[in-house]
T-cell receptor, first 114, second 114 residues
């Protein structure tokens, strides 16, 4: 596979559940990102990782917990979410933190919290 | 407060005519502007960009214009084709000292009709 792959594509979870979103990139990129896209809102940057080290956390609630075990994989662990957390969660990667043109997005995970 | 605004949520254009998508921004520190295209069930893909030191960039049927004094940019697609039907996101970049951070607009859904 090439590009950025996200699984699952769709996820429905209850507010007391624990689930994880997975992102995998096969591009040899060193930076990875989690974005959230809610209805009628712009893409919001959640977390930034560079070489497996978190470099930015945009005031995201602790019920979202990222993990980057290596430069090819990024996870978003979810627990005790709220219905307003329902959104499209997009993963992206880039060669470096300053590489804008090689920014590659995955297809996203559509999350519904019930 | 949104720093990047796309005030038209949708636009319908006839095939062969010009499509003009608009974007306004408020942060004068933005130094690069990018347009992304998103098809349903896919992640956004990079389309075209412009540096803040330029006022026009052209790539085939796509041209982006930047008016820094008005803090306004626009994407022109001519001639429009049915395959251009997608959601278009405007994004602006500012260097934070460690990374080039992208700020996105809410998107404009373009429908090219036959």
């Amino acid at each position: 596979e090439t590009g950025v792959t996200q699984t699952p594509r769709h996820l429905v979870m209850g507010m007391t559940n624990k689930k994880s979103l997975k992102c995998e990139q096969h591009l040899g990129h060193n930076a990875m990102y989690w974005y959230k896209q809610s209805a009628k809102k712009p893409l919001e940057l959640m977390f930034v990782y560079s070489l497996e080290e978190r470099v930015e956390n945009n005031s995201v609630p602790s019920r979202f917990s990222p993990e980057c075990p290596n430069s090819s994989h990024l996870f978003l662990h979810l627990h005790t979410l709220q219905p307003e957390d329902s959104a499209l969660y997009l993963c992206a990667s880039s060669q470096t933190l300053t590489d804008l043109y090689g920014y590659t997005f995955g297809s996203g995970t559509r999350l519904t919290v019930v | 407060d949104q720093q990047v605004k796309q005030n038209s949520p949708s636009l319908s254009v006839q095939e062969g005519r010009i499509s003009i998508l608009n974007c306004d921004y408020t942060n004068s520190m933005f130094d690069y502007f990018l347009w992304y295209k998103k098809y349903p069930a896919e992640g956004p893909t990079f389309l075209i960009s412009i540096s803040s030191i330029k006022d026009k960039n052209e790539d085939g049927r796509f041209t982006v214009f930047l008016n820094k004094s008005a803090k306004h940019l626009s994407l022109h697609i001519v001639p429009s084709q049915p395959g251009d039907s997608a959601v278009y996101f405007c994004a602006a970049s500012a260097y934070t000292g460690t990374a080039s951070k992208l700020t996105f607009g809410t998107g404009t859904r373009l429908q090219v009709t036959l």
